[in-house]
C-alpha cells in the first residue's frame, strides 16, 4: 500500500529542510538559499512541500504565467522515493494550475537523468525539443509539456 503524503505550500520556516533536500538530490545544480526565498515570494501557493509524519519529504515549485507555467523544480529525499511523494505534490500543482486557467505546463530534464524522465513520462510529458547545453556543466536537457 502505498504511503499517504499530505501537500501544502512551502513556508517561511521549512526553506532548512528544502535545502537539506535539494543539496542531496542535485550535487553542481543545487539552487542556493537565495533563490529559494526568490521562489517563496513569487510562487505563490505552487512551492508546495510533501508531508509524512510531520516531516516535509519533498518540495515542487512551479510559476504561471498567463495561459503557461513552468514546473522549476521537483525533488525528493533520497530515502522518501519510490513512495508517491513526487506524484502527490505534481498532482496537486497540477489542480491549482487548472484553478488558474492555466492550459500547459513546460519542464526542462537533463538527457541523462533517466528517473526524472520516467517520472514526467509516466505523468504524460512529451519531448518538444532538446536543449543543447542548458545546464551549467554543458549537458544537454529535453523541452518537455503537457496539457494541464
Ligand atoms: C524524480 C523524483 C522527483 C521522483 O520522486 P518520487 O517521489 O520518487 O516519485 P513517485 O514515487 O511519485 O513516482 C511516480 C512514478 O515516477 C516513475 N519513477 C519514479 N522514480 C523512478 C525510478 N527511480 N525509476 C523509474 N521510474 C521512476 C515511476 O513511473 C513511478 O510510478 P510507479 O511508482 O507506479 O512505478 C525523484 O527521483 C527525485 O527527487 N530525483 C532527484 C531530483 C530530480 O532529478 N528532480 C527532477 C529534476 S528535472
Not at 515570494?41 to 516535509?56: H, T, V, Y
Not at 507555467?69 to 487548472?98: H, I, K, T, Y
Not at 517520472?119 to 518537455?144: H, I, L, N, Q, T
Request: proline letters at 3%; aromatic letters at 10%; hydrophobic letters at 45%.
Amino acid at each position: 500500500m502505498p504511503a499517504q503524503f499530505a501537500v501544502r505550500k512551502i513556508r517561511p520556516a521549512d526553506l532548512d529542510r528544502v535545502l537539506e533536500i535539494e543539496r542531496a538530490s542535485f550535487s553542481v545544480d543545487a539552487y542556493d538559499r537565495n533563490l529559494f526565498a526568490e521562489h517563496l515570494d513569487a510562487s505563490g501557493d505552487l512551492f508546495l512541500a510533501a508531508e509524512r509524519a510531520g516531516s516535509i519529504r519533498g518540495y515542487l515549485i512551479a510559476r504561471a504565467r498567463g495561459r503557461r507555467a513552468e514546473l522549476v523544480s521537483v525533488a525528493v529525499d533520497p530515502a522518501a522515493r519510490g513512495a508517491g511523494a513526487a506524484s502527490a505534490m505534481l498532482e496537486s500543482a497540477l489542480r491549482r494550475l487548472r484553478a488558474r486557467g492555466v492550459k500547459r505546463l513546460f519542464l526542462t530534464v537533463k538527457t541523462t537523468n533517466l528517473e526524472a524522465r520516467a517520472f514526467y513520462a509516466k505523468y504524460s510529458f512529451r519531448c518538444v525539443r532538446r536543449a543543447p547545453r542548458y545546464y551549467e556543466d554543458g549537458s544537454d536537457g529535453w523541452r518537455m509539456a503537457r496539457k494541464v
